[in-house]
């Protein structure tokens, strides 16, 4: 066996106006909480900085800029590395990236690795953009990540992460089954992501009523057909007008959930996971090597 506390440490809603401060204090309380609980990972939301910004129509490129990080750490999120360093916790972050490359300003959606020493040793720039680019004024709120974030350009990576194989996603991310399986090929053990998923989506409807059991369907399929743990983590609450979706899970490789959060606040949820349990359907039902028939998948890459 080869056991690993994963601890999820769900957020409740962040005011537009709450300081980063703030912010980081809650997030400080949380790993200090799963320390306290034996975590020795803990995984907190995407954009779990800021309010979710991409809610709002925003023309003025300084006031989206400024939900953006332009240094991690920084001088306001060092209090969270220092806090990991101390513990030996690590830990995953959601963010809004501002990066600049090859002389080109960049937003991202962004999440990275630290491990117990408080070092970032892995980054992952979300893929999959929900929402539109287009103003809808005459809606309650809207969901502008494909405005206000470019496409992640690094692809799904896999890191040697505290005795196992990590590896990343966000939010919409985890809808797509090639999310998992890109990651299940490179080796993945455990697949962590965080999500701001509102409860409405006023211009489709039409599933709703399905976005908690949505939520779970797709990261307990995922965790199964790739023999793999699935941490999701949300921001969850009422965040400035929009309901955001709880239902924080561990999911074991069984697709079991082995840990769910209570609330739909600021929250520790814990599993005791054995990452050797990835081996027993890898070695069988889903033996990659063995029954994958890839001459019949090229459309999935066209
Ligand atoms: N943040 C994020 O990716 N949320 C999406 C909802 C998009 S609704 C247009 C999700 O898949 O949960």
Do not use: C
């Given at each position: 066996a080869r056991f690993l506390n994963i601890a999820g440490a769900q957020l409740g809603g962040i005011a537009r106006n709450e300081s980063r401060q703030s912010v980081v204090s809650r997030l400080v309380a949380l790993l200090r909480e799963a320390h306290g609980?034996?975590?020795?990972?803990?995984?907190?939301?995407?954009?779990?900085?800021?309010?979710?910004?991409?809610?709002?129509?925003?023309?003025?490129?300084?006031?989206?800029?400024?939900?953006?990080?332009?240094?991690?750490?920084?001088?306001?999120?060092?209090?969270?590395?220092?806090?990991?360093?101390?513990?030996?916790?690590?830990?995953?972050?959601?963010?809004?990236?501002?990066?600049?490359?090859?002389?080109?300003?960049?937003?991202?959606?962004?999440?990275?690795?630290?491990?117990?020493?408080?070092?970032?040793?892995?980054?992952?720039?979300?893929?999959?953009?929900?929402?539109?680019?287009?103003?809808?004024?005459?809606?309650?709120?809207?969901?502008?990540?494909?405005?206000?974030?470019?496409?992640?350009?690094?692809?799904?990576?896999?890191w040697d992460y505290a005795g196992g194989k990590f590896g990343m996603a966000i939010c919409n991310d985890r809808r797509w089954p090639e999310t998992y399986r890109v990651m299940a090929l490179k080796g993945a053990e455990v697949v962590v992501l965080g999500y701001n998923t509102p409860t409405h989506i006023p211009w489709e409807p039409v599933y709703d009523h399905l976005s908690a059991f949505h939520n779970h369907l797709v990261m307990q399929a995922a965790g199964y057909q790739n023999s793999m743990y699935v941490v999701g983590v949300a921001k969850a609450g009422m965040e400035e007008g929009s309901n955001l979706l709880a239902g924080s899970c561990i999911v074991a490789p069984s697709g079991e959930i082995i840990a769910l959060a209570q609330t739909a606040g600021d929250e520790v949820l814990i599993a005791k996971c054995d990452l050797d349990i990835c081996l027993y359907n890898r070695k069988a039902m889903f033996n990659f090597a063995e029954h994958r028939q890839v001459q019949h998948y090229a459309k999935i890459t066209e």
């Open positions: 609980r034996g975590a020795e990972v803990v995984v907190f939301p995407e954009l779990a900085l800021t309010t979710f910004f991409p809610r709002w129509w925003m023309e003025d490129q300084a006031e989206i800029d400024g939900f953006f990080e332009k240094e991690m750490p920084s001088a306001t999120t060092q209090p969270l590395f220092d806090a990991a360093k101390a513990l030996g916790v690590g830990f995953y972050l959601g963010y809004a990236e501002l990066a600049v490359q090859a002389g080109k300003t960049r937003h991202y959606n962004t999440a990275i690795l630290v491990d117990r020493k408080g070092e970032i040793i892995g980054k992952y720039r979300k893929v999959h953009l929900p929402g539109h680019a287009d103003h809808r004024p005459h809606m309650p709120y809207q969901h502008l990540e494909k405005l206000y974030f470019d496409v992640g350009d690094i692809g799904f990576g896999t």
